[in-house]
Each structure stands twice: as C-alpha cells, then as structure tokens.
C-alpha cells in the first residue's frame, strides 16, 4: 500500500537562523512547542548530529481522528536525524519498533531574512509507516481515503502550531536572557 502525505507551514521568526536552528534542532525541548511531543532524550549518538537517535514520549487525545484506532494516550517513538546542517536544514526520520528508518521525514528548514529568518517545517510520508499500517489494517479502501484526508489536515494543523509556538519560545528566550551594554 502506497500512500503520500505532504504537508508544509512556515512562519517568520525575529532571530537568526543559527540562533533559530539551536532551538529546533533540540529535540528534547520540543515539548514546549509539540502538539503531541511531551519531550524525551538522545538514545543513540552525538545529539543532533547525523545518525544520532531520538526517543520522543509523546501523548495524544481522544479527539484526534477519534474514529479511527489511532494510538491514544502515551507512547514513545525513536526517530533518527537524516539532514543536520547548523543555520540551514534539521530533518528526522521514524524508525520501525526494530530501528529501521521509514519514509517519514519531520523537516525544519530556514532561510535568512531581514531582522531574521524563515523557518519552514515540513512533514513527507512516501510510504504509510508501521504504525499508519497497522492503524488501516482493518478499513476498506474508503475508510483509508478518509483516515489519510483527515491525517494530513491534522498533520497540517500541527505543523501550523508547532512553528507559532517555536517563534514564541525563541521571542520569551531572547526577551528572558540579560542585554549585554
């Protein structure tokens, strides 16, 4: 079964994109800016670095595509870093429960600007990855059409969220530390 969901936001944040990449690519903190990431550690590697290895503890709600048997709750996940390219590009990949990367890949990507950076995020999933599989196993074609419709526009949403409330960290960061005279 071959499914592609691709979903992008971006946002324009008052600090440079190296100041901006030190935040994003912190896995561990993005529990301050995840809808469904509560935080976790680097398992596996330099973190941050290429290879290295994440184990995120994520939660989520009931009312999230609440018809479908999606995952509920806690429950972790391990993704490793694919792309880590300081001021510039941080993407991820989903492991397997074996420790396989998937073709599902969480992107951050900044572009200087003036008085700061763009910073895009972006979700790819080229092929449904384990637990997507095993969330469908029992729908029909129409269910499935139905689920992966109503996933992307979570996943879009979240995205939306995700980097509203990474600019807000970055501003309280930079509003939190001393000005030097």
Request: glycine share 8%.
């Amino acid at each position: 079964m071959q499914h592609l969901l691709l979903a992008s936001a971006e946002i324009f944040v008052p600090a440079t994109a190296e100041e901006t990449y030190s935040v994003v690519s912190d896995l561990p903190r993005s529990g301050e800016w995840s809808p469904e990431c509560v935080g976790g550690e680097w398992v596996l590697g330099e973190p941050a670095a290429v290879g290295s290895v994440f184990r995120g503890e994520n939660v989520r709600k009931e009312d999230v595509v609440s018809w479908a048997p999606v995952v509920r709750g806690r429950w972790h996940t391990e993704s490793e870093v694919i792309v880590a390219d300081p001021g510039r590009s941080f993407h991820w990949a989903m492991r397997t429960n074996s420790g396989e990367k998937q073709d599902s890949v969480w992107a951050f990507e900044l572009e200087p600007a003036q008085g700061g950076c763009v910073l895009t995020h972006h979700f790819r999933m080229g092929r449904a990855t384990e637990g997507i599989l095993n969330i469908t196993a029992e729908m029909d074609e129409a269910q499935k059409q139905r689920f992966f419709r109503e996933w992307n526009v979570k996943i879009e949403q979240d995205l939306e969220s995700t980097l509203h409330r990474i600019r807000d960290v970055i501003v309280n960061d930079r509003t939190a530390r001393p000005q030097l005279p």
